[in-house]
């Protein structure tokens, strides 16, 4: 793993995000980082549900998990478009990505008392769209699966 997420490298302005964003303290600051050994290919984070983000006693909400699906892909999709371009991910002028679509099915109920495990490959990766698909596993199990298309992070946005 790199030492510093991706989402650490956002600028303050962009750091915000509900998911993601370092300065949330709200938020679940989720942290994605390059797969071990599959650097521009593969991409990692983990999480671990606090009680509160209950479903049905025992199981994670389901709306958690998308959110960490979809902030695992706007993450990957910045760092590998950086990646092939040979740019550093906090660099000037920002490419960040924001989620045009996303496509969840939950494969089997998610237990609440592990710790979660996210990893993104790439489908597509071109630089105004990047496609990720995710796989979100406890102890091996893959819990769920997501698409997330990310777009360029439009002018509308700042
Ligand atoms: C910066 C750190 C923050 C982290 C973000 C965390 C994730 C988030 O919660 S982001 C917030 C939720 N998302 C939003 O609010 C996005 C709102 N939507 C928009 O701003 C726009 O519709 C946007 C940017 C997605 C697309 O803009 P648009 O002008 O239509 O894009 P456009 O340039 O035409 O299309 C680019 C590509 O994306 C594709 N595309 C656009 N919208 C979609 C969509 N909804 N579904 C699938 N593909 C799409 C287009 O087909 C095109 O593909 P290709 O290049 O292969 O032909």
Request: aromatic share 10%; glycine share 10%; net charge neutral.
């Given at each position: ?13 962009l750091?915000?995000?509900y998911?993601c964003?370092k ?7 989720l942290?994605?980082?390059w797969l071990d050994?599959?650097?521009?290919s593969?991409t990692?984070a983990?999480?671990?549900?606090k009680?509160?983000?209950t479903?049905?006693?025992g199981?994670v909400?389901?709306?958690l ?6 902030c695992?892909?706007t993450?990957s999709?910045a760092a590998v478009v950086?990646?092939k371009?040979?740019l550093t991910i ?8 924001v989620t ?6 939950y494969?089997a ?7 979660l495990?996210l ?9 105004n769209?990047?496609?990720v ?7 091996n ?7 997330v ?10």
């Open positions: 793993m790199s030492k510093i997420a991706f989402q650490d490298c956002y600028i303050q302005s750091s915000h995000c998911g964003g300065n949330n303290p709200e938020g679940h600051q942290k994605s980082y050994n599959y650097e521009g593969k990692i983990h999480f671990t549900p009680p509160y983000h479903a049905i006693p199981f909400y389901g709306g998990l998308a959110s960490l699906i979809d695992h892909g993450g999709a950086h990646y371009n040979n906090g660099s000037d002028p920002t490419i960040r990505f045009a679509a996303l496509n969840i099915n494969l109920p998610t237990p609440i008392d592990k710790q495990e990893v993104g490959e790439f489908s597509q990766v071109k630089d769209k990047v496609i698909d995710i796989t979100l596993s406890t102890n199990v893959i819990c769920v699966k997501g698409e298309v990310a777009v360029k992070m439009p002018a509308t946005f700042k």
